[in-house]
């Protein structure tokens, strides 16, 4: 069981980019029928909310409104598959982008009508089993890790990430204003990703029509 007052759940992370024409990209092949198999892995696991994140990168100029036609056929095909199996479904459109000097001044997303203060659209809400199993037991060994963690720290809990330090295999505590490197190695946690910079993307070099 979840102790009281906390919520577990996780997501299956996609990442889509759509193009200054609407059209939608994935970077690998990011089928329906594997998103689903994917996501009942997590469930078997003993998740007891499990939804897909889908990202939508938009090409600097591609991002005036969401979602474009074509974009909305692949969230239509995905929330049907998603909700026969109960899975939750959120998005989240975002793009990169320059001001009229040219001078890249960071992520942006669309203001979302339907719940305000979230740059992500719940399209469907999860329904929610029990916590069990795998999933409960590294739940339960995280959360004791961030408590001693931050007592050791001498920083309350507040907004925090636990995550993982391939370099020196141990577990890291990360407040909000702290930098994303690991705090005994100072390896950065911002792996290195075969994109280039995200405001200077130019999808029809990385992907084949
Ligand atoms: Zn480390």
């Known amino acids: 069981m979840e102790p009281p007052g906390i919520f577990y759940k996780t997501w299956e992370v ?45 090409e600097a100029r591609a991002l005036k409104f969401f979602p474009a036609k074509d974009v909305f056929y692949v969230m239509e095909k995905r929330a049907k598959g998603l909700q026969k199996q109960l899975f939750g479904y959120d998005v989240l459109p975002f793009a990169h982008g320059k001001d009229d000097q040219g001078e890249d001044f960071g992520i942006f997303s669309l203001p979302n009508p ?11 809400r999860p329904v929610r089993t029990e916590a069990k199993g795998a999933f409960l037991e590294l ?21 925090v990430v636990v995550t993982y330090c391939r370099v020196c295999r141990g577990l890291c505590l990360i407040h909000k204003r702290d930098a994303v490197c690991c705090y005994r190695c100072f390896t950065p946690f911002t792996g290195r990703s075969t994109l280039p910079a995200l405001h200077d993307i130019q999808l029809s070099k990385y992907l084949k029509k």
Do not use: C, W
């Open 14 to 58: 996609k990442l889509m980019l759509v193009d200054n024409s609407g059209k939608p990209h994935s970077l690998k092949s990011n089928k329906t029928e594997g998103i689903l198999k994917q996501l009942k892995i997590h469930r078997e696991f003993g998740s007891p909310a499990v939804s897909l994140l889908d990202l939508y990168l938009h």
């Open 114 to 124: 339907f719940q305000p203060r979230h740059a992500r659209f719940s399209l469907l």
């Open 139 to 159: 739940a339960q060994y995280l959360s004791a890790f961030a408590e001693s963690e931050s007592k050791r720290l001498s920083k309350p809990l507040g907004f």
